[in-house]
């Protein structure tokens, strides 16, 4: 029963063991903890010595279903799930670095990533430098003695900034280095970092993978060895995802291959009128022709995901005032979502990025993002072509 299945068949038939209610749906084991048969069943239970659930802090059967999903669409040997993106990355940060160490990450990193690293690790004595992501010649002077860590983000949120996964997989390798990947924006089913070399893998489950703007939520998986001291860490630190969240990312995962294929077709139709249009200085989608890294979208990308970014004439007015014109598409700060939304990135989700560091990763005054949601792609362009000519 464990031969390998095509990627959409794990996505549906990936599954907690029925019980004797012979349910066709895993239940929503909303429960903090677990009962013992016995005293000594108890004791084992804590001594490692046989497996099962002791208390939803460590696991649950909901959460695991989500988990081993993950992991299989991944090609990850374990995981964990937590209760947000951040709790995600915050968690392997925390658990595999050490006062002293230094991690290399790529410069266009999701922003509260990037306070992390910059405002709260420095504290306790973790270093970081950032490098770009499309001049890797560069890395190699960049790794000092105490590098642990390479922490990239491919495509990046919100610039659309790729990192050749080959080449960082063989970087990482001959520097001995952690390559951790936050595969959010592309979801396993577009990019499997892994498959090149990355250790560990991080999502914001928020976005595409919940797919209907519903919960917070986000998960790691990777290599054991790496996991192990994830699973250590977050078991005693506590940023255990709710079953309930667990099983709508679970249900939401059977319907990924088919919602990414729609968010594509739909991003790449908004992305080819972006890029014709007189008022738009610049569009920016991974397999768009304008797109300075489209080669290697193509490479190491199904297809390019559901984020268009581009430029408005007219700066920060320019942006606002589309984005003000818009009716259908939602002002908000979220992605991923059936619904398609309209983001400013510079006034709201790097916001606190100093202006230099926001020059640095291509977030001008006039960019937006959209997330490009399931509605029909001609709603979603004739909404985008009146706020332009509006
Ligand atoms: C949203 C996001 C996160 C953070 O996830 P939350 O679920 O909001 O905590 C991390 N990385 C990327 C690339 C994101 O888009």
Same mark, same amino acid.
Not at 29 to 32: A, G, K, N, Q, V
Not at 333 to 338: E, H, M, P, S
């Given at each position: 029963m464990s031969e390998k299945k095509k990627f959409e068949t794990d996505a549906i038939r990936t599954q907690t063991p029925i019980t004797d209610e012979r349910e066709h749906s895993t239940p929503i084991?909303?429960? *903090?903890s677990f009962r013992f048969d016995s005293a000594e069943q108890a004791r084992a239970l804590f001594a490692n010595e046989i497996e099962g659930n002791v208390y939803s802090r460590y696991s649950n059967p909901t959460t695991d279903e989500f988990i081993d999903k993950m992991c299989k669409m991944e090609g990850a040997e374990s995981g964990v799930a937590t209760a947000s993106g951040m709790a995600a990355v915050f968690s392997s940060l925390a658990a595999l670095l050490s006062q002293g160490d230094h991690v290399l990450a790529s410069r266009s990193l999701f922003g509260s990533s990037h306070q992390i690293l910059s405002q709260i690790l420095p504290r306790w004595g973790i270093s970081f430098t950032y490098a770009d992501t499309d001049d890797t010649n560069r890395w190699e002077e960049l790794v000092q003695p105490n590098t642990k860590m390479l922490f990239l983000e491919t495509p990046s949120n919100p610039g659309l900034d790729l990192i050749d996964l080959e080449w960082a997989g063989e970087f990482a390798e001959a520097h001995n280095l952690i390559n951790m990947v936050d595969n959010c924006f592309a979801t396993p089913y577009l990019q499997r970092p892994m498959d090149y070399g990355a250790d560990v893998v991080q999502h914001s489950a928020t976005k595409f993978i919940d797919g209907q703007g519903r919960a917070i939520g986000g998960v790691i998986v990777g290599k054991e060895k790496y996991m192990e001291e994830i699973s250590f860490f977050s078991r005693h630190s506590g940023p255990a995802l709710s079953p309930f969240n667990a099983w709508l990312f679970s249900k939401s995962l059977e319907t990924l291959p088919i919602r990414m294929e729609r968010h594509c077709d739909n991003a790449e139709a908004l992305a080819e009128f972006l890029g014709e249009h007189p008022k738009v200085n610049f569009v920016k989608y991974?397999?768009?022709?304008?797109?300075?890294q489209s080669d290697l979208a193509k490479k190491q990308m199904k297809r390019g995901g559901g984020v268009v970014c581009f430029e408005v004439e007219g700066g920060l007015n320019g942006a606002k005032s589309f984005i003000d014109k818009i009716s259908m598409i939602s002002r908000s700060?979220?992605?991923?979502?059936?619904r398609s939304i309209v983001t400013h990135?510079?006034?709201?989700?790097? *916001?606190?990025?100093?202006e230099e560091e926001r020059q640095a990763v291509g977030i001008t005054p006039g960019l937006v993002r959209i997330a490009v949601g399931l509605e029909h792609k001609a709603d979603i362009i004739s909404d985008v072509e009146q706020a332009l000519n509006g």
């Open positions: 084991y909303m429960t *903090s991974p397999f768009h022709k304008d797109h300075p700060a979220n992605l991923g979502d059936t990135p510079a006034s709201t989700t790097h *916001s606190k990025l100093t």
